[in-house]
């Protein structure tokens, strides 16, 4: 055995912390400049809450009920995946929060897609959807590019 302090146990110690911060590393994703971009877009979406989505339902009163089931569930899931975990994923820089982030927002954005729709198809009684409001836009292709953000910072990771 060797004695405390002697080069055998130095390296040992050193190559011990050597492997937990590389284990530490090797669960986070390094966000750089795309992590402002993502900031950026988180507001984007939380100031596309208070403009009208649906006729003269605000983003925020649609999330709550107002304006049908399909713009509810876009409203639920670009704020559940692109302000919730989004923000956490910029806070934590986890890896598999990234994954989260990239896979909700897709589906948020598909969800944005059928919201869109949904407002400019003729209804059940034959009326023509009033159209989509502006903050329905905006929150779409936030979505979108938070997803498209997110996806490349999931794959950057080696």
């Known amino acids: 055995m060797s004695e405390p302090g002697t080069p055998a146990e130095v ?35 939380l100031v596309a809450q208070v403009l009208p989505w649906v006729g003269d339902h605000a983003g925020y009163q649609v999330l709550q009920g107002a304006g049908g089931g399909i713009p509810q569930l876009f409203a639920a899931t670009s704020t559940g995946v692109g302000v919730l975990a989004g923000a956490v994923g910029v806070a934590t820089r986890r890896w598999w929060v990234a994954w989260c982030c990239a896979a ?55």
């Not at 911060?21 to 402002?36: D, I, N, P, Q, Y």
């Not at 729709?117 to 836009?137: E, F, R, T, Y």
């Open 11 to 45: 390296d040992e110690e050193l190559t011990d912390q050597i492997d937990k911060a590389g284990a530490r590393a090797s669960r986070t994703v390094e966000l750089g400049r795309r992590g402002f971009y993502i900031a950026v877009f988180i507001v984007v979406l």
């Open 104 to 158: 909700g927002g897709w589906f948020a954005s598909v969800d944005g897609l059928l919201s869109v729709w949904s407002q400019q198809s003729a209804h059940a009684n034959g009326a023509v959807g009033g159209g989509p409001g502006i903050g329905m836009i905006v929150a779409w292709v936030a979505t979108i590019v938070l997803a498209t953000m997110w996806m490349r910072t999931a794959f950057s990771r080696a």
